[in-house]
Each structure stands twice: as structure tokens, then as C-alpha cells.
Nanobody, 117 residues
Framework: VQLVESGGGLVQPGGSLTLSCTAS????????MSWFRQAPGKEREFVAAITGPSISTRYADSVKGRFTISRDNRKNTVYLTLNDLQSEDTAEYFCNAGYTVFRYDQWGQGTQVTVSS
């Protein structure tokens, strides 16, 4: 299993970013995928999930209405669009297979999102 996240960066409050995660080593199209994040000194937390056929999505209350998860099964890639970013969204963002929980113990390197003026 390989998970490669990208797209993070430094953004001002209220700004937007789109994160990408390209996966390999398992049947991507049939797998639900989730995004998680971990802020310094805090535990990793669930952010957003999407089913394999993109029929259902779920979001943490803290990001609902601001973040959107999507996927392209042809590219084995799941996306997370982050809008109206706030300082509390600053964290390392990771993806994994699974719906709201992670399936694999192997994690990618993550992508850092820093929200600061």
C-alpha cells in the first residue's frame, strides 16, 4: 500500500486549497477513502470520507460546509477541497482507505496545511 498526499501550503485565513492523495497497492475504485489530520500535540482526527462509487460522503462537524471530498477512480486519486480556511485547520493532512476509520497502518508522508496571516 502506498499513499502519496500533496497540495498543502501556507494560506491566509479565508483562503482555499485542494489536497490530492494518490493511492496504490489495493483496489482503489472499490474502497472508501477518508482524509484525516493531525495538529501539533493532538491526536489524528477524521476529516472527511467518501465511498468507492462516490455515492456517500461524511464530514467532521468542524469542517462541514467548508471542505469537500471527491475522487477520480481513473486516477486512483482522492481530493479534499478546503475553503474558508481557519487557523484551527492548521495540521498535517493524511488519507487512508476506509470510511471514517483507517484501514491500513501504513500512512503516507502527509501534506502540511498552515493557515496564518
Amino acid at each position: 500500500v502506498q499513499l502519496v498526499e500533496s497540495g498543502g501550503g501556507l494560506v491566509q485565513p479565508g483562503g482555499s486549497l485542494t489536497l490530492s492523495c494518490t493511492a496504490s497497492g489495493f483496489t482503489f475504485s472499490g474502497s472508501s477513502m477518508s482524509w484525516f489530520r493531525q495538529a501539533p500535540g493532538k491526536e489524528r482526527e477524521f476529516v472527511a470520507a467518501i465511498t468507492g462509487p462516490s455515492i456517500s460522503t461524511r464530514y467532521a462537524d468542524s469542517v462541514k460546509g467548508r471542505f469537500t471530498i471527491s475522487r477520480d477512480n481513473r486516477k486512483n486519486t482522492v481530493y479534499l477541497t478546503l475553503n474558508d480556511l481557519q487557523s484551527e485547520d492548521t495540521a498535517e493532512y493524511f488519507c487512508n482507505a476506509g470510511y471514517t476509520v483507517f484501514r491500513y497502518d501504513q500512512w503516507g508522508q502527509g501534506t502540511q496545511v498552515t493557515v496564518s496571516s
